[in-house]
Every structure is written in C-alpha cells, then in structure tokens.
C-alpha cells in the first residue's frame, strides 16, 4: 500500500537555455515515473517544431486576459514582454489522481505557486557556468540577439532567487541532471511530514 497516494507537485525554474526542457524529456524517458507535464498557456509564437496543446497553448492576449480575470490560472507572469500562465483545473486533478505533476516555470510565477501551494517541491537548475548557458543560447537559435540580451539580463536576476527553492541543480549533464531530480521525488515522497498521517491510520496510532 501507499503511503501517500496524493500526487507531489514539482516546479522546476532556471535561466532560459540552461536546458530545463531538455531534462524534462530525459525526466519523463525514467522507467516507472507517474509524471505529467503541465502544459503552460502562453501569447509567445510557437517556434519551430513546438506544437499547440504540447508544449504549450498558444493563445492570443486578448484570450490570456480573458483567462486572467476569470481566475483559470495558478499563476502567471509576463516574461520578456509575452505572458506565460499554468492553467489551474489540469494541475488539481492530476494531483489528485496520484500523478507527479511537472511544472516548468519562470520565477515570478513559481513564487507565486510557493504562496498557494507551499508543499509543492521547488527546484532550481543552474549551469555549470554563465558562459555555457550564453552558448546554448546562441547555437539554439531561436530567439534574434536582442532577445538573448534580455533573457541573459533576466537570468542574472533570477540567479538572485534562487535561495527560495527547496534545490539547486546543477545541469552539467542532462542525463545527471534528470538523474538528481528523480532522486529528490523520491525522497520527498518519503519525508515523514507527507506521509505520517497515513502511516498512522494504517497501523491504528492515535
Ligand atoms: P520560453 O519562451 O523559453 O519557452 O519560456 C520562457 C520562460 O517562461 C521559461 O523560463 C519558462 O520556464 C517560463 N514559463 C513557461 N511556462 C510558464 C508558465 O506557465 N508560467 C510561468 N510563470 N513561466 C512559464
């Protein structure tokens, strides 16, 4: 029997180009995982190969702001001018039936999520230098330079918040970067505070 059938919700942040969604894809390749991926609501274009529904919703700001007033959001936040949002229906049910949930998110939103949801699991990725992630940025090649400037800007900004999360990992290689957060998931499963309740029900402690 389970200890704790209640699904845990992962947010996971760090500087664009350090590589979260490429962790994420290594995340969900793991045998045995229980892992959905909360697709993001978003107004940014979709780059090359992205498909609606899978990476993201793209939708227009009129359509965001509609979503925004109706409160259909767990958080949400604007990110070098577009707006990025986690629809909070999916996330809720997901948990409920027992799944991990995982979120990608940036950090305005993920402390917003650390105010509604505070025993959700909060990790940081981090690469292995500053320079590496300005190379990733440049060979992905899917934002113009000036972009790159403002998402290298809004990295070093992040970085300074990076005390407020549960982990740092570090993503000197993907597959020890998937590695390390699949450890934290299971050892969160286990901290006593999640699972003592049931625990104690099961063998008739009062
Ligand atoms: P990108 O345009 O590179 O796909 O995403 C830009 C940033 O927005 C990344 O840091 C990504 O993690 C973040 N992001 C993606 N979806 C969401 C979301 O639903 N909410 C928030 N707050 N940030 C998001």
């Given at each position: ?39 993001s ?11 609606d529904?899978?990476d993201?919703?793209?939708?227009s700001r ?28 999916y996330i809720?049910?997901?948990l409920?039936?027992?799944?991990e ?20 699991v ?19 090649g899917?934002?113009?330079v ?41 050892a ?14 099961l063998?008739?402690v009062?």
């Open positions: 029997m389970k200890l704790n059938e209640r699904g845990l919700l992962v947010v996971i942040s760090g500087p664009s180009g350090v590589g979260k969604g490429t962790i994420r894809k290594a995340l969900f390749e793991m045998p045995d995982n229980n892992f959905c991926y909360s697709v609501m978003t107004t940014r274009k979709p780059r090359e190969g992205e498909k529904g899978v993201y919703f793209f939708v009129e359509e965001f702001e509609k979503k925004i007033q109706e409160n259909k959001f767990l958080e949400f936040a604007e990110f070098v001018g577009e707006y990025y949002g986690t629809p909070v229906d809720e049910k997901q409920t039936s027992g799944k949930v995982i979120m990608e998110i940036e950090v305005q939103g993920a402390l917003q999520v650390q105010e509604k949801m505070p025993d959700a909060f990790i940081f990725i981090v690469p292995p230098s500053k320079q590496v992630l300005y190379d990733r940025l440049i060979k992905r899917t934002e113009q000036k972009d790159v400037e403002k998402r290298i800007q809004k990295a070093e900004r992040e970085y300074g918040l990076a005390y407020k999360y549960d982990y740092i990992v570090v993503n000197d290689d993907i597959e020890n970067a998937a590695d390390r957060i699949y450890a934290i998931i299971r969160e499963h286990a901290k006593t505070e999640r699972s003592i309740h049931k625990y104690h029900k063998m008739g009062k």
